[in-house]
Nanobody, 126 residues
Framework: VQLQASGGGLVQAGGSLALSCAAS????????VGWFRQAPGKEREFVAA????????IYARSVKGRFAISRDDAKNTVFLQMNSLKPEDTAVYYC????????????????????WGQGTLVTVSS
């Protein structure tokens, strides 16, 4: 499956952005999907995920209450709505797809995902 992330851009602190991750070459509904981000000079970190089996959502503590992940399997797309953005949210955001049987703890680990999109840059100015 190929993933294409889009929707990044420049936004002021306190603003919102909506990212999309479109899948092709496979059935998105077969995968658990996560978003990660990587800021300059930092390691890639988990942001949010949505399970395939029960659509349960999982968030990093730093974004909980501000970001919302959702999926539309009919459109083969996963979304990340980002509100109340902060300068520390500045990063390249990546979507990733992993096997349907991942337990909740596995979603936090980048190594559990087999497919990655190319990333979309989000810049939040202060």
């Amino acid at each position: 499956v190929q993933l294409q992330a889009s929707g990044g851009g420049l936004v002021q602190a306190g603003g919102s952005l909506a990212l999309s991750c479109a899948a092709s070459g496979g059935t998105f509904s077969s995968y658990g999907v996560g978003w990660f981000r990587q800021a300059p000079g930092k390691e890639r970190e988990f942001v949010a995920a949505i399970r395939r089996i029960d659509l349960k959502t999982i968030y990093a503590r730093s974004v909980k209450g501000r970001f919302a992940i959702s999926r539309d399997d009919a459109k083969n797309t996963v979304f990340l709505q980002m509100n109340s953005l902060k300068p520390e949210d500045t990063a390249v955001y990546y979507c990733a797809a992993g096997p349907p049987g991942m337990n909740s703890g596995s979603y936090y680990s980048a190594s559990m995902y087999g497919y990655w999109g190319q990333g979309t840059l989000v810049t939040v100015s202060s």
